[in-house]
């Protein structure tokens, strides 16, 4: 039987860091040079404060910038709507990993299997695509991070791998009526299959075959209310006990039977499992937009207050996003990336 005490509380603490959270997420579009143009006359004649920097033949424009982002044009319109994209990107993995978790505990403990097994479903789901997601920014990160290259170089590295990157992610989808240039999602196949490749076991594909039988009306589905047949002696019948809630029969002497029950073991231990390693993902993903945020001092460039909008500190110092002290932290070029958790089972 799962036991969910210890993913309660993780779930708890996850749901107060990120209740009152917000960000506004800043998109840039490059525009043509007469665009552009017209713009910067527009907006100087209505008093805007924006901040231009040119790529190749197009030009990137943000507003609301600070002194710093005027001063660094380059970086300015590359790692404030960068970062406020990362903190987004974090934000929604957060938010919809609390709101499965609170539904999984509440529908496992109470035996309604119905939900609990198309939320253990959906939680494999999640964790693939976050395991995924964050693989391919760190990667990404790493890219502009390490090599010995002045920030405006970092900047362009930035604007050509993380930017379309972070495009792709936010708006990939798998409707058929999405626009024909819309990025399409990852089949979520694609992420079970690397959760089994990455723990080297089976487990996440058989907790996901299971449980999507039983999020269709189909065998799976019916498996919830019945229990597991009980053939007679003589092989003759078998029988099946339909109930609403699972079955556990107390004998006059005290003694308990448990019958066993597929989908409902199957959802409770996928639950606890993934969800741990779901919360263990999620801090490592902040690490990671904690350091590009304090590495880049996104923050810094923009007007726009957010949540994680972190700044450097003194060396002497803790580090605002609690790694410890600040001159031993590695918010800085051509350190480390934080790094991702294993997946085990
Ligand atoms: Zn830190």
């Known amino acids: 039987m799962a036991d969910f005490t210890e993913l309660q509380l993780q779930m708890a603490a996850l749901d107060e860091l990120t209740r009152d959270a917000y960000v506004e997420e800043v998109l840039v579009i490059p525009m043509d040079g007469a665009a552009a143009m017209d713009w910067k006359r527009m907006a100087s004649r209505g008093g805007e404060d924006w901040v231009y ?124 009526s999405k626009p024909a240039n819309a990025p399409s999602a990852t089949n979520v196949l694609t992420y079970i299959s690397k959760l089994d490749k990455l723990s080297k076991s089976s487990k996440f594909s058989d907790w996901y075959d299971w449980l999507s039988d039983a999020s269709h009306p189909a065998f799976g589905a019916r498996l919830v209310y019945v229990t597991n047949p009980l053939r007679h002696a003589s092989g003759s019948t078998a029988l099946r006990l339909h109930s609403r809630s699972p079955l556990r029969l107390v004998d006059p002497t005290g003694d308990q039977v448990n019958f066993t029950y597929d989908i409902e073991d199957r959802a409770g231990a996928a639950l606890e499992t993934c969800g741990l390693l779901l919360v263990e993902h999620l801090y490592a993903a902040l690490r990671l937009v904690d350091d590009f945020g304090l590495t880049t001092s996104a923050s810094a460039m923009t007007q726009r207050t957010y949540w994680r909008n972190l700044l450097p500190v003194q060396p002497t110092e803790a580090c605002p996003c609690k790694c410890g002290p600040w001159a031993q932290s590695l918010h800085a070029w051509r350190t480390e990336v934080p790094s991702s958790p294993l997946i085990t089972t």
Request: proline share 4%.
């Open 53 to 176: 920097a040119v790529r190749g033949s197009k030009t990137l424009a943000v507003d609301r910038p600070s002194h710093l982002a005027h001063r660094n044009p380059v970086e300015g319109v590359v790692f404030s709507p960068l970062h406020s994209q990362l903190v987004g990107w974090w934000l929604f993995h957060a938010w919809r990993s609390v709101d499965l978790l609170k539904t999984g505990i509440e529908s496992s403990s109470s035996g309604t299997t119905s939900v609990a097994a198309v939320t253990s479903r959906a939680l494999l789901e999640e964790l693939g695509c976050l395991v995924t997601e964050l693989g391919l920014i760190r990667k990404a990160w790493e890219t502009a991070k390490l090599p010995d290259v002045d920030t405006v170089r970092r900047a362009e590295l930035l604007g050509g791998d993380l930017v379309p990157l972070m495009t792709r992610l936010l708006f990939a989808s798998r409707m058929s």
